[in-house]
């Protein structure tokens, strides 16, 4: 009975207790004060008065915070460890140097994460273009962000890599963009002809905006129809055209490359295709040899 009772008294002791009370209550902390974030995010959001994309990042620097400080309480709650870490301390230059080197990828994404909470080149809900894939950012981390693509596939980019390579992004500003379709017609073909269907075409559909109407497009005369190239089979034409954004400005230049080609092919424009001249080797002999015999 009594060995039981100073082993019960061993366990409650406070050297013990306290290190297991911090361990214990730092993830509990962390969680309920990512949690009050969170709120305060949606509330903010609401009204408008805080941006959503740094109070993301705030809320994984508090985390990170509070896991440093609850492990830094265990350490000093606990005289043999608070004795050592007076030594580690005395040697922190060399454990630096030592870590510099071994997460300096990790750091770096720390640092570019900041970066891009304080200077915000895009935020949550933006569309951007990034390593030849375009899509939404649906989430920002002191590591990497996240890209929702087109395909619903998300991408994983760490924040380095985010820092160094250049960004397009729409939604920057004035979503608006000037988008462009290229057509090739034959020489037999009628310029004037084919520029009319496509100028046609363009004016016709719905997301085309109109330059007559939208008094903030600066840029005159357009859609229009210019000459690009005289290729080796054929002209090709430039159609410009103004769209609400990116992905509308896609899926009104597949509809126009559809309905072009249909009005090409029932008045007569004729789109220029490769032509190639086989000619076998037994045919190389008997031309050879009419040679030969016009030269007697």
Not at 22 to 45: K, N, Y
Not at 105 to 115: D, H, I, K, Q, R
Not at 228 to 240: E, H, M
């Amino acid at each position: 009975m009594d060995l039981n009772m100073e082993l019960l008294s061993g366990l409650i002791a406070p050297e013990i207790m306290v290190p297991v009370l911090i361990l214990l209550a730092t993830p509990l902390v962390a969680h309920f004060v990512d949690r009050a974030l969170f709120r305060l995010e949606g509330a903010s959001r609401v009204r408008g008065k805080i941006d959503p994309t740094r109070q993301r990042v705030l809320r994984n620097i508090t985390k990170v915070f509070i896991y440093v400080l609850g492990l830094g309480l265990v350490f000093y709650s606990i005289p043999e460890l608070r004795a050592v870490s007076v030594g580690m301390f005395a040697g922190v230059g060399v454990i630096g140097i030592v870590v510099g080197f071994a997460a300096q990828e990790t750091l770096a994404n720390l640092v570019a994460g900041v970066s891009l909470a304080i200077f915000q080149p895009f935020r949550l809900g933006d569309k951007l273009r990034i390593s030849d894939e375009y899509g939404v950012v649906e989430d920002i981390t002191l590591r990497h962000t996240v890209i929702r693509t087109w395909e619903n596939k998300r991408i994983v980019i760490p924040n380095h890599i985010i820092s160094k390579d250049p960004i397009i992004n729409y939604s920057l500003g004035d979503e608006k963009i000037l988008k462009f379709l290229d057509v090739s017609i034959s020489y037999d073909s009628d310029i004037d002809l084919a520029r009319k269907i496509m100028m046609e075409e363009t004016l016709k559909h719905p997301n085309v905006l109109d330059i007559n109407t939208s008094k903030d497009i600066s840029t005159p005369g357009i859609p229009i129809v210019r000459i690009k190239k005289l290729g080796d089979s054929g002209v090709t034409l430039r159609l410009l055209f103004w769209a609400p954004d990116q992905p509308v400005a896609m899926r009104t230049g597949y509809d126009l490359l559809e309905s072009i080609k249909k009005r090409f092919d029932k008045e007569g424009v004729e789109i220029p295709f490769p032509h190639r001249t086989i000619v076998y080797k037994k045919d190389l002999a008997k031309t050879k040899h009419l040679v030969e015999d016009k030269k007697k």
